[in-house]
């Protein structure tokens, strides 16, 4: 799908929405949740769309500027323009809000938020209860939210609220939707546990691979195909395989789907997917995950 830039504006402090429509013919319509996956030269991101929910209207995307990311949000704040074209992969939705009576809690780190501007207005027009819990560094970097939303929204500014009173506090047939760093949702997911809200009531979302500057090098065994070789941080595990032939499946490449797992006979996994732990034991999300070292044994 080749879209155009049709208009790029600050929103918030180092955060862009991009306005997007399409170059030829006309664009999916979209569902509350959804992302993007789109081609910057040689990257490939995905971004939660904002807008492209109705019938004929442009897709949006709004994009912090990291500047110790690994490029995606250089390339969109340094280097697009309105009137350039993109390629789009395509439009999928890992991230569906569940269908229920029950109250919705979305929370949000950061620019997380951005799949829960669409999924909370879907909510905020039904009858269901809402909340939105926005954890923020600075206020100036808070994007804004549409109008309806304002009511349910409670913003942290610089401080992370207490999450086991906040989950505590909540009817416990909730819904509770998460997006953010990775130890937040954890935090988040041990919590709920504990308080025993059902698994299929947490549901998580995650930026995508999370590269630590201390990751140590790793010595990888294949142990079926008799294979080693040094995986080096910054590289996702998941190339490295691959480019080894290991057979690994993907899909998402940012921790949802799944398609990645490998077992794990040896090693400490450092696990930054967004699944329920109990969906992967033993194993490992290649895509995103990395391990504590100095070696890892995978079944394959
Ligand atoms: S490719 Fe989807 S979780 Fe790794």
Not at 46 to 69: D, K, M, N, W
Request: proline share 7%; charged share 15%.
């Amino acid at each position: 799908m080749e879209l155009v830039v049709i208009e790029k504006r600050l929103i918030a402090q180092d955060t862009v929405a991009v306005t997007l429509g399409a170059a030829t013919g006309v664009l999916q319509v979209a569902s509350p949740g959804a992302h993007i996956t789109i081609s910057l030269g040689e990257l490939v991101r995905h971004y939660s769309l904002t807008r492209g929910f109705l019938a004929g209207e442009p897709y949006e995307i709004q994009v912090l500027r990291v500047a110790e990311g690994r490029g995606g949000s250089r390339w969109i704040h340094d280097r697009l323009s309105v009137g350039d074209r993109l390629h789009a992969i395509g439009v999928s939705n890992d991230f569906p809000l569940v269908p229920s009576s029950a109250p919705a809690v979305f929370i949000a780190g950061g620019i997380g938020i951005t799949p829960f501007l669409s999924m909370a207005s879907e909510v905020a027009q039904s009858s269901r209860a809402l909340e939105i819990h926005h954890l923020v560094r600075h206020l100036a970097r808070q994007v804004p939210l549409p109008q309806a939303l304002l009511p349910h929204l409670h913003t942290y500014a610089g401080a992370i609220p207490d999450f086991a009173r906040l989950l505590s506090k909540l009817d416990p047939a909730s819904h509770i939707y998460v997006c953010g760093p990775v130890p937040m949702m954890s935090a988040l997911r041990v919590q709920a546990q504990r308080l025993g809200f059902p698994s299929g009531h947490f549901h998580a979302e995650t930026f995508g691979v999370a590269l630590a500057a201390d990751d140590p090098t790793l010595e990888v065994h294949l142990a079926l195909s008799g294979t080693h070789f040094l995986a080096t941080p910054g590289q996702p595990l998941l190339d490295a395989l691959l480019a080894q032939g290991a057979w690994v499946g993907e899909e998402c490449r940012r921790g949802q789907c799944g398609s990645c797992l490998v077992e794990v006979l040896e090693g400490e996994p450092i696990h930054r997917d967004a699944l329920d732990p109990a969906l992967r034991p033993g194993a490992l999300c290649a895509c995103v995950s990395w391990a504590r070292g100095p070696k890892l044994v995978l079944k394959l």
